[in-house]
């Protein structure tokens, strides 16, 4: 059996309705989050087995929004989204 182990975990901010955030996507901002969740364990893309991210609304945003995060980010391993 394989150990599984979470070595790091970031959120987006958040933000009021039509606030600051009005013209970034869920994408976009979801893109930073897995890029500094990266950046603060010193990983190199090719030991991360998995990453999950959760999203809860993703009319408008395309197909498998946490998959979209990790192409942009270069990771192209194993991503699973899950919404609430």
Do not use: H, W
Not at 6 to 13: E, H, K, L, Q, W
Not at 49 to 64: A, F, P, S, W
Request: one cysteine or more; proline letters at 1%; hydrophobic letters at 40%.
């Amino acid at each position: 059996m394989k150990d599984v182990v979470i070595v790091s975990a970031v959120r987006t901010p958040i933000g009021s309705f039509g606030g600051v955030f009005k013209n970034t996507s869920a994408v976009q901002l979801g893109t930073i989050a897995v890029k500094e969740a990266i950046s603060r364990v010193g990983l190199n893309l090719s030991e991360i087995d998995e990453v999950i991210i959760g999203n809860v609304l993703q009319t408008g945003l395309g197909q498998n929004v946490a998959r979209q995060n990790c192409y942009k980010c270069r990771y192209t391993k194993f991503c699973f989204q899950a919404t609430q």
